[in-house]
């Protein structure tokens, strides 16, 4: 990942033809092709990790803190897992994530370091 040229984009403009993309139009959890250049652009992996360990982790936490039966605090769980994700989608799209271009999957591990 390229810090310097990440920097210079503004959030929610694509970085391939530098236009603002319309935050309906803007898929948080995965890539999607920029309506104006068709070029794959997505959030970056950080941010969709930070999101699942939030998401998931609050959602745990909060069913094993909740005193209920094992059954009902996985239900709650999961429930609140969804609302969670839904909520975190809707506050990052009011405003507008940072996107970068698509590289596939391999080079985004080997930038986290976790590839071998
Ligand atoms: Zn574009």
Redesign the pocket.
């Known amino acids: 990942m390229n810090i310097e040229e990440h920097e210079l984009v503004p959030r929610g403009v ?6 603002p ?1 319309d935050r309906y139009k803007i898929i948080i959890v995965k890539e999607f092709p ?6 794959l ?1 997505g959030t970056s992996i950080l941010f969709r990790v930070f999101k699942r360990l939030l998401t998931t982790g609050l959602a745990v936490t909060s069913a094993f803190f909740s005193g209920l039966p094992l059954i009902a605090s996985i239900v709650v769980g999961v429930v609140l897992w969804f609302v969670l994700n839904f909520f975190y989608v809707w506050v990052v799209s009011l405003v507008r994530p940072r996107l970068e271009l698509f590289r596939g999957k391999d080079e985004d591990f080997q930038t986290l370091n976790l590839g071998k």
């Open positions: 694509c970085p391939a033809c530098l236009k993309i920029c309506p104006h250049c068709h070029q652009v």
